[in-house]
């Protein structure tokens, strides 16, 4: 294996600088992670490979994000399978501390509050999980800046610094970006594309949680999205009742959620989906409970 694991702050630093020193590179950048990894978390690593000289990913499963202890107990944790898929892509370097590294005096006595907008769609069921997620994206993105300056003694510039998150989680990419543009966090937020299986269900790393039967029925979620998305292209009237209707005709699956939304202030865009054509930008957000396990989707609307 080419890649390096490291598990300290100060490790990833110095191995990052070393790394962009010896290959002349002028970019950087991170992939954060709680494990687990599947093709979605792949596709992160890919591009940002293709995008970057350096590429670090980060995994870490963050107590202060999940509510119930046993969430957290029972987090898939995988980290030789993990470094072999990052490895296949290329990534350089693998930053995955222990929690005393990352939280050495206990839980954090300042943080990040997400703000009004994480109050609704998956904060409503989940309090305090975007500040707790936000607090340690913060921190992950301090620990991943490029260790060093490009271009020498005269003139010498930082490098490029990007950092990778899914689409998947809509609400904590548009809380990521909120985050960084209200307080100046130097690096560039690259969103990417979810990644699905054939049939349609999102990657997760939850999905391994579901028996067959409840598999099978998970694919309404995506279902009811394209539904959604091809009337947003056909410029036709979302009729989002109906959409929703598909996916409560389905017994093993408990809808929690499904709305169309404002991509950057996840506001539910009422008038657009009753009986007008659709028209502009819009994110359809969809989280049901199936089995023991809660999963979400979302596509993108442009039309
Ligand atoms: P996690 O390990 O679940 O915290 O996810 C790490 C990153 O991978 C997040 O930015 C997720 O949005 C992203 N991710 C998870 N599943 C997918 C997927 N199916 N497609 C694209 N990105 C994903």
């Known amino acids: 294996m080419a890649i390096q694991l490291v598990t300290t702050a100060a490790q990833l630093r110095t191995e990052s600088a070393r790394l962009l020193t010896q290959k002349g590179g002028t970019s950087q950048g991170l992939v954060p992670t709680m494990g687990a990894l599947h093709e979605g978390h792949a596709q ?164 391994r949680f579901l028996s067959a039967g409840e598999r099978e029925a998970a694919l309404v979620l995506s279902r009811a999205l394209r539904l959604i998305e091809d009337r947003a292209n056909a410029h036709e009237p979302l009729d989002l009742e109906s959409a929703k209707a598909l996916v409560e005709s389905q017994p093993l699956v408990e809808l929690d959620y499904f709305e169309v939304v404002d991509p950057r202030t996840l506001e539910p865009l009422a008038e657009n989906c009753k009986d007008t054509p659709f028209r502009g930008e819009g994110l359809a957000l969809i989280a049901a409970k199936v089995g023991p396990v809660r999963l979400i989707d979302n596509v993108p609307l442009d039309s």
Do not use: C
């Open 44 to 207: 992160l690593a890919r591009t940002a490979v293709e995008q970057n000289d350096v590429v670090v990913a980060s995994i870490f499963v963050n107590p202060l994000q999940f509510g119930q202890a046993v969430d957290l107990e029972r987090y898939p944790r995988t980290l030789e399978a993990d470094l072999a898929v990052l490895d296949a892509e290329g990534v350089d370097l693998v930053f995955a501390p222990g929690v005393d590294e990352v939280y050495p005096d206990g839980e954090p006595m300042v943080r990040i509050t997400a703000g009004p907008m994480a109050g609704k769609w998956e904060g409503a069921s989940r309090p305090g999980h975007f500040d707790g997620a936000l607090t340690v994206v913060a921190k992950l993105l301090h620990y991943g800046m490029p260790g060093t300056a490009i271009g020498g003694a005269t003139g010498a510039a930082l490098p490029a610094y990007r950092a990778y998150f899914g689409q998947k989680d809509a609400q904590q990419l548009a809380l990521v970006r909120r985050m960084v543009a209200d307080l100046n966090f130097p690096v560039e937020i690259v969103p990417v594309p979810i990644v699905r299986s054939p049939d349609g269900l999102a990657l997760s790393s939850r999905n």
